[in-house]
């Protein structure tokens, strides 16, 4: 099959509503949404507290955070496989291939991200913002909750950028996922796959889904920060 | 009101404010001028708990507050505001009410008490129109009209007039003027003459971190 023959398969797959490929796709944005919602309280609270607090130990969590960007995905996958294979300390739990697994090592791969975004924007915005609100009788909680609302726009894309990570990441959810067929099988694990296989046609539809997800997500913080983001 | 035995505020290297007794009696009014720098701007945050200083025999409406809760119970009564007041990016009419939420204040009598202040303030034709595009003067207006909401035992006014000229000027002294004669607790960092020499004013002058009351 040429590149133009599977190119044009890859359209059939697509637009024929093959339910193998579209499975795939639920999969992966089912796994990267429930991943990302699991990280985006902690990350952001985490976020906040470093931004705004000053107390021993902050400067090492700052720096592990930063650290964790750029962690490679197969580390964290290798790490959480040892953590829940049988013998492993959580083996009790029989997490290991199956989604719930996935969305364990999407959270932990989402949450770094989150927390650097957070800290960037609270420690970017304007002091003003929180001594007003104190100076308001705002108690902690609401204060931080104005601090995050009027830094809104920064710190979604730091959400947005999470979703990029998970839905696009291959090491982990291979290694915690198995990549079986129905259960955890999902775009970048299935493009893997069907790549080394010689079979073009749906690693090319599945990669033109994924450029569309990305773009999409990139288009909505355009759009949100052309409304208020550029201020 | 709010009075203390002593205050002493210093940065590395460089004693900023070192205080003797000093308080605003309740309905008072008191402006304290000073050239820049000399402290009118951080006594205020000292004094609306943004920044920590040492503070001996510091007492509120007559009861002795321990200093390192000093903002903690001071909260509530001392509302400060800053020379160029921060709007939050909802609504002017939620700008007003932000402190009334925090107090818990129930929604008919916060609804009728914003309307009060939008009416005092006389933003109440502004009321659609996005915070960050009000002008200097009027984003002083509703930042006035925001603490008057709460009915503070204190006003704590930084440089209200500054960058304001014509009628922004004219109309933030007006509101301020109100308050005077309304018997509401104020101090006031400033340099316009016009406030220095209301009414009723009670004047100091900051000077190599002495007040001087002139």
Redesign the interface.
């Known amino acids: 099959m040429t590149l133009l023959d599977a190119t044009g398969e890859a359209f059939r797959l697509l637009f024929g509503g093959d339910p193998e490929l579209w499975g795939i796709v639920l999969i992966s944005i089912k796994v990267a949404v429930f991943g990302l919602l699991l990280a985006v309280l902690p990350g952001i609270a985490l976020g906040y507290v470093l931004a705004m607090k000053r107390f021993p130990g902050r400067r090492v969590l700052v720096v592990t955070m930063q650290s964790l960007l750029a962690f490679p995905t197969v580390v964290v996958g290798l790490v959480l496989y040892m953590l829940l294979s049988r013998h492993g300390p959580a083996g009790s739990l029989a997490l290991l291939f199956t989604q719930d697994a996935m969305i364990l090592g999407q959270a932990i791969l989402a949450f770094p991200i989150l927390v650097a975004y957070t800290i960037s924007a609270v420690q970017g915005a304007?002091p003003?913002?929180h001594?007003?609100?104190?100076?308001?009788?705002?108690?902690w909680l609401?204060a931080a909750l104005?601090t995050l609302?009027?830094t809104r726009f920064a710190v979604t894309a730091g959400v947005i950028n999470g979703f990029g990570r998970a839905i696009s990441e291959v090491g982990c959810a291979l290694m915690i996922g198995g990549n079986i067929a129905g259960v955890t099988r999902n775009i970048t694990t299935a493009i893997a796959l069907e790549t080394s296989k010689g079979e073009f046609a749906q690693g090319i539809a599945l990669g033109m889904v994924l450029v569309v997800l990305a773009l999409g997500v990139n288009i909505a913080l355009a759009v949100m920060q052309g409304e208020?983001g550029m201020? | 009101m709010l009075r203390f035995s002593r205050l002493h505020k210093s940065y590395p290297g460089r004693a900023l404010l070192d205080l003797g007794e000093f308080g605003v009696a309740s309905g008072e009014a008191c402006v304290i001028t000073g050239d820049n720098g000399s402290g009118k701007t951080t006594l205020l945050r000292v004094l609306a708990g943004l920044e920590p200083a040492q503070i001996e025999g510091l007492c509120y409406r007559g009861i002795a507050v321990p200093a390192n809760t000093y903002s903690t119970a001071l909260r509530r009564d001392v509302v400060y505001v800053h020379q160029h007041p921060y709007l939050f990016s909802t609504s002017i009419a939620e700008n007003i009410a932000y402190g009334l939420k925090a107090r818990g204040v129930p929604r008919a009598q916060r609804d009728r008490r914003v309307h009060e202040a939008l009416q005092w303030s006389g933003v109440a034709l502004l009321a659609g129109v996005p915070p960050q595009k009000l002008s200097g003067g009027e984003k002083q207006r509703v930042a006035l009209a925001r603490a008057k909401v709460l009915q503070p035992h204190l006003f704590l006014l930084d440089e209200p007039t500054a960058n304001l000229d014509g009628e922004a000027r004219a109309q933030v002294i007006a509101l301020i003027r109100q308050l005077v004669q309304e018997n509401s607790s104020l101090l006031i960092a400033c340099h316009d003459r016009e406030l220095i020499e209301l009414p009723g004013m009670r004047r100091f002058h900051l000077e190599s971190g002495k007040l001087l009351d002139t």
């Open positions: 304007d003003r913002v001594e007003t609100a104190v100076c308001l009788g705002a108690g609401r104005t609302n009027e208020g201020k």
